[in-house]
């Protein structure tokens, strides 16, 4: 019995033994289940507290897509609030109908482990308005099985602005080529009906029954004349005439002019004092303001707000690298409407040529397109910001100049007759014929050279009665450049007018920075020949 008995309690002591062993081997596994919970917890709020420092969206979804988690900038991202995450807001909501089932069909696909990549996007906001994103997703795996979805979005809009303005600058450089040849090509065209037209009313008083007519085709040259310069406004380089100008005084005119005559349009200006000056062509800069409140006014039918403003910025050189600028002092041109507003895909075409929204015969669709190359020509940028049903806002930014603004001078009205001796250089023969009949007519004498060889020869074996030389800049062979060269080693007290039916680009102002005289663009009439050379020759 004795021995039963202390076989049972050594049984029991072992059985004991064997528990505490068990007991403490649990408690040990307790220990570090505890650890690798508190591990993970620790794992899921570092992850939640990263997610939450990121500027970007992070999320999670279940199967179906439905949100168990978003960070903060979510919710500024896409306008949403806490609660539609409670009520049950699906990932796929947030993507644009137009690529939901792209969407869907690539979130089943990285469920099932296929390597999707990065997907561009359009999102939608909660106020139903696009954005485009970049998102990028991994399946969530639990106990060897997808459970969701986690994943970042990135918003993608001013990099997407940033490609359509390098695209646009692209396309725009190459129909500003090809715009240039055609108004250059138009413009001597032009020149040769003009000659005539103010040979004829030279000779021609007032009362005579064709004065109203040739007079009406005057009007239709400047018209043509007007277009061409459309042209050149979106024309590699082609500027005419540049001055430092105040643009608040071109501001205030051009608006003060527009708004006589659409007196149902209320104007608003909001000034800088002391405003920097800039640097440019004051006939395009111009066009360019007429454009935008042409633009304005038929955006707001009936009585509608035109806000202008300009201001004095300053651009580092973290900004103006995006948008392809050289940091420094800018002037600021803002033209606002209150008008009816423009979709996202108008506002990416809305510089294109001849795209126009307007009915036929309610433009050619040149405004913009030419308001986009002067700003461009102008070592500037011009930029659109436009919401449906909320108005439009162009924004222009124009390098300052440290130049003082000269006094304006008074142009006589009158012709200005010569009886110096002029060469007459150019590969047109109509436009030798019909130039230099203007000449004589204003008391000149003429002496005249078809292209550049010719003009060296001419000037070599006449220089020394040669008081001028009116000088075509775009020839072939012996251009307009070189030309002024020859002429400039034969006597270096030449004196040149470039003319052209292009404009004032790098090359014209290569050539007058060396010694030129003038220029004056095609096509020109009698008083502004005359003018411009009485202006030339009294100068010496």
Same mark, same amino acid.
């Given at each position: ?109 990285? !469920? ?36 969701? !979805? ?391």
């Amino acid at each position: 019995m004795e021995k039963e008995i202390e076989a049972l309690l050594a049984t029991d002591k072992a059985t004991r033994a064997d528990m505490a062993v068990a007991l403490q081997k649990l408690r040990q596994e307790v220990a570090e289940r505890k650890q690798v919970e508190e591990a993970l917890r620790e794992s899921r709020e570092r992850f939640r507290e990263l997610a939450e420092l990121l500027p970007e969206t992070i999320f999670e979804t279940d199967m179906q897509g439905g949100l168990t988690f978003v960070n903060r900038s979510a919710f500024s991202q896409f306008g949403y609030e806490p609660e539609d995450i409670e009520r049950g807001l699906n990932a796929f909501d947030m993507i644009a109908p137009s690529d939901r089932e792209r969407a869907v069909q690539n979130a089943q696909k990285v !469920l099932h482990g296929e390597e999707m990549g990065i997907n561009e996007y359009t999102a939608k906001r909660g106020d139903g308005s696009t954005f485009s994103v970049l998102l990028h997703s991994a399946p969530i795996i639990r106990d060897g099985k997808p459970i969701g !979805l986690r994943g970042f979005i990135i918003d993608i809009t001013e990099k997407k602005q940033l490609e359509t303005q390098l695209q646009q600058a692209s396309r725009m450089e190459a129909i500003g080529t090809l715009a240039g040849g055609i108004a250059h090509d138009f413009n001597n065209l032009l020149m040769c009906i003009q000659g005539n037209v103010s040979l004829m009313l030279l000779n021609m008083g007032s009362d005579h029954p064709y004065h109203e007519k040739l007079r009406s085709i005057e009007q239709y040259v400047q018209q043509g004349s007007d277009l061409t310069r459309q042209l050149l406004g979106f024309a590699r380089g082609g500027k005419y005439e540049v001055k430092p100008t105040d643009l608040n005084e071109l501001v205030r005119r051009s608006s003060v002019m527009f708004g006589r005559t659409k007196r149902e349009m209320r104007i608003h200006r909001k000034l800088q004092e002391a405003i920097w000056p800039v640097e440019v062509d004051r006939g395009q800069i111009e066009q360019v303001l007429l454009n935008l409140y042409v633009n304005a006014w038929q955006a707001m039918p009936g009585v509608g707000d035109l806000y202008l403003e300009t201001e004095n910025v300053l651009l580092q050189d973290k900004y103006v690298h995006m948008v392809g600028l050289k940091p420094g002092r800018y002037v600021r041109i803002a033209v606002t409407d209150t008008g009816i507003g423009m979709d996202e895909s108008t506002q990416r075409r809305i510089f294109d040529p001849f795209f126009t929204t307007k009915e036929m015969g309610r433009g050619t669709g040149l405004g913009l397109t030419s308001a986009y190359g002067v700003i461009k020509n102008h070592d500037g940028i011009i930029n659109v910001r436009s919401e449906e049903g909320r108005g439009t806002t162009f924004t222009m930014l124009l390098p300052a100049s440290g130049n003082e603004i000269p006094a304006e001078q008074e142009i006589s009205e009158d012709l200005m007759p010569g009886t110096e001796t002029i060469l007459l250089v150019d590969d047109e023969e109509m436009i030798l014929k019909v130039s230099g009949e203007l000449l004589e007519h204003l008391g000149y004498t003429v002496l005249t050279a078809n292209g550049g060889d010719a003009a060296t020869d001419v000037y070599r074996s006449e220089g020394d009665r040669i008081d001028l030389v009116i000088l075509d800049m775009i020839m072939p062979g012996l251009g307009g450049g070189d030309t002024f060269d020859r002429l400039l080693e034969t006597d270096p007290g030449v004196r040149v007018i470039l003319s052209s039916g292009y404009s004032m680009n790098d090359q014209a102002h290569g050539i007058l920075d060396r010694g030129c005289q003038g220029f004056i663009q095609k096509p020109f009439n009698a008083k502004e020949l005359s003018q411009k050379l009485r202006e030339i020759l009294d100068s010496f």
